[in-house]
């Protein structure tokens, strides 16, 4: 399924943003577990959310636990993730992704290699 990613920008440490990852195509993006993962220069990609395909059930990285909140709206073929207090440690480029063969109500996993499609990223930059 095609994925676009956008929301990214420049914020200041402590401000929020919101991103969005629209699906095209024909695939139904309901029976895709979605995720957001990132990727710092110099660094791995690393999980942020993933979210079920019923939206209800989400699990977060730990580093962002309780700033940042994963959605979708399946009548959209939207994901979103809105990204409270920033920190500089927040800088990367997001990458939204879908992954099959889950159950409606179980989220993605964690490991960027069990998802199938990926958007092209988004940058997002925090400043101090």
């Known amino acids: 399924v095609p994925l676009q990613a956008s929301g990214g920008g420049l914020v200041q440490a402590g401000g929020s943003l919101r991103l969005s990852c629209a699906a095209s195509g024909r695939s139904s993006f309901s029976t895709y577990a979605m995720g957001w993962f990132r990727q710092a220069p110099g660094k791995e990609r690393e999980f942020v959310t993933a979210?079920?395909?019923?939206?209800?059930?989400?699990r977060y990285a730990d580093s962002v636990k309780g700033r940042f909140t994963g959605s979708r709206d399946n009548a959209k073929n939207t994901l979103y993730l809105q990204m409270n207090s920033l920190k500089p440690e927040d800088t990367a480029v997001y990458y939204c992704?879908?992954?099959?063969?889950?159950?409606?109500?179980?989220?993605?996993?964690?490991?960027?290699?069990?998802?199938?499609?990926w958007g092209q990223g988004t940058q997002v930059t925090v400043s101090s």
């Open positions: 979210i079920s395909r019923s939206g209800g059930i989400t």
């Open positions: 992704a879908a992954q099959s063969g889950r159950g409606y109500y179980i989220p993605g996993t964690g490991k960027a290699f069990e998802y199938e499609y």
